[in-house]
């Protein structure tokens, strides 16, 4: 530890000053669509911006204010605030071509973009990432692990390129042609020939073809692409308040997450320095966003999983279709043995429970709190996929409610036994319910003491 004072010639009288922790974080707890962008929604009113640091355009937060409902996948929520800094951060890859598209689209509904502005250092989903993305998958779909069941977004290729270096395009290339166009002679022969080794037949990318378009869409961003790193260095300097917008979840993390099932990115509270250049030491509160019961999009394992007349009443009620792909999400009761896990890597401060509407009229309620693994019971969440496979849930059952929720707008008028289950995920955590979901709404939040 640093103390105050001179040591030899270097005067360190400044290194023991507090460092402003005035930002928040919103991540998911499960597997993704916990209503984040609700959440995001709610919270950016006292923000002075909010900013995305993950993923791509296989996100999608669905925002719902004054019966109009938005499906945002690249932009963050906080642009429905009008002019407030609405930010997409280095760690993001962006598909420049949904990304406009979806600008059009609320430009269009009335929503003021003004506030939108693109990192530089973002990378470039291309057509061959998808088509990549594509083939992998139809890949896998015969193979003995089965596919991911990604979002064909990209995601994954994109982040590899990244980290290939050689093959990779950052937005800031978009706006100099003449990178731009040196980089594709490169990339787009050696993209031709791997895509058709990968037997998806002959392919080939035109580097002069892809140039231009790029380079139109590139023209088309430029007012919105700068250094978001000092951007967000200058507000915190200044005394602003961040709100950072977490996409998809911790289950799905790249590190974390029940890999391999997982996309490519650091979803967790963990990926916001890397993603923006912004140090964790500046989050005050990071808030655990977490549905009622779990859901999950794609393959992998889900100890809690339901199938029949339950797993369709929750899938019904709750709308669990994806807000990307339109896939019917998989459904289960609430795994806190993965929240615990996930509230434990993120350093959560606060709880989130979303969607406690849906799980009015059942009977009772079942809750798993821990596992029975080959080697005996555990209170511990096992990310790896074979691992988390192999575990049987063990439940705890408490009596259900069967009052509507969706018109209840005061911690007091909640039902005892709904008001039980929050205790109980509250005590299983460790961490308090600061927010309670009963609807979509902007106005179905219900703030608890
Ligand atoms: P990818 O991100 O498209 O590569 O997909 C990898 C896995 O993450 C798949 O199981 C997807 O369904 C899942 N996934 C990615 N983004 C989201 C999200 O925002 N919500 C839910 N699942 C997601």
Redesign the pocket.
Known sequence: MLQSGTVGSRDFSNSTQPVAAACTAVVGLQ???EGKGKIVDALAPTHDAVIRYN?GA???HSVQVGGERYALHLVPSGILNPGKPAVIAGGVVVDPEALLKELDALSARGVDISGFVLSDRAHVVMPYHKDEDALRETMLKNAEGGE??????G??PCYADKANRSSAIRVGDLIRPAVLRRKLVVIAPFKSAVLSAMGSGPRRYDPHQLAEQFERLGERLRPSITDTVYLLHDMVTNGSRLLFEG??ATL?DVDHGTYP????SGCSVLGIPAGTGVPGVRIGDALGVMKAYSTR????PFPTELQGDVAHRIRERGREYGT?TGRPRRVGWLDLVAVRYSAMINGVNALVVTLLDVLSGFEEIRVCTSYQTPSGETRRFLPDGDALKAVEPIYTTIAGFGEDLSTVRSERDLPPAARAYLALIEREVGVKVRYVGVGPDRQQTIALS
Request: proline share 0%.
């Open positions: 597997w993704g669509d993923g296989n996100a999608g991911i069941g990604t979002t064909r977004r995601i994954g996409a998809n799905l099932f997982v996309t490519a999009v794609g393959g992998g990307t």
